[in-house]
């Protein structure tokens, strides 16, 4: 990734800002829950991976307002071999979807409903 370019730049910042609140969430809500990365020997990766007793998050986010197929790969790779796994899309799109079992949303969305008490889309 070359920093010097403006999208390079805001795409670590927007996932520096899930990684903060991710870090925070993991600390204050119930449970024990660890935040983790996820790669393969060949590569593919998740951004973030939430563990604990009575949860499996895999969550990947883009700066950007497109989803394109290879977005999803490594969400998809993580939930072969983690099939309970809740997997989340995040970047800058307007409106939520699912695409083949991947809950795509908001970044802003998402970091709303991050609450001690709750998950976002989890009615909690």
Same mark, same amino acid.
């Given at each position: 990734?070359? =920093? ?14 899930? &990684?903060?609140?991710?870090?925070? +969430? ?8 660890? #935040?983790? !990365? +996820?790669? /393969? ?5 998740? %951004? !973030?991976?939430?563990?604990? *007793?009575?949860?499996? *998050? ?11 197929? *290879?977005? =999803? $790969? @490594? =969400?998809?790779?993580? &939930?072969? %071999?983690?099939? /309970? &796994?809740?997997?989340? !899309? #995040?970047? $800058? ?6 695409? %083949?079992?991947?809950?795509? #949303?908001?970044?802003? *969305?998402?970091?709303?409903? =991050?609450?001690?008490? @709750? +998950?976002?889309?989890?009615? @909690?």
């Amino acid at each position: 990734m070359d =920093l010097l370019e403006p999208e390079a730049i805001a795409g670590a910042v927007l996932e520096g800002l899930v &990684a903060q609140h991710l870090r925070a +969430w993991c600390d204050y809500a119930p449970g024990n829950q660890r #935040l983790f !990365f +996820w790669r /393969t020997r060949s590569q593919v990766e998740v %951004d !973030f991976i939430v563990y604990g *007793e009575e949860c499996i *998050e895999a969550i990947e986010v883009k700066n950007s307002v497109r989803i394109r197929p *290879e977005d =999803l $790969r @490594g =969400l998809k790779a993580f &939930a072969a %071999d983690y099939p /309970t &796994a809740r997997l989340s !899309f #995040l970047s $800058r799109m307007r409106e939520r979807l699912v695409i %083949d079992g991947v809950t795509c #949303l908001p970044v802003e *969305e998402f970091l709303r409903g =991050l609450t001690p008490s @709750g +998950w976002p889309g989890s009615g @909690g």
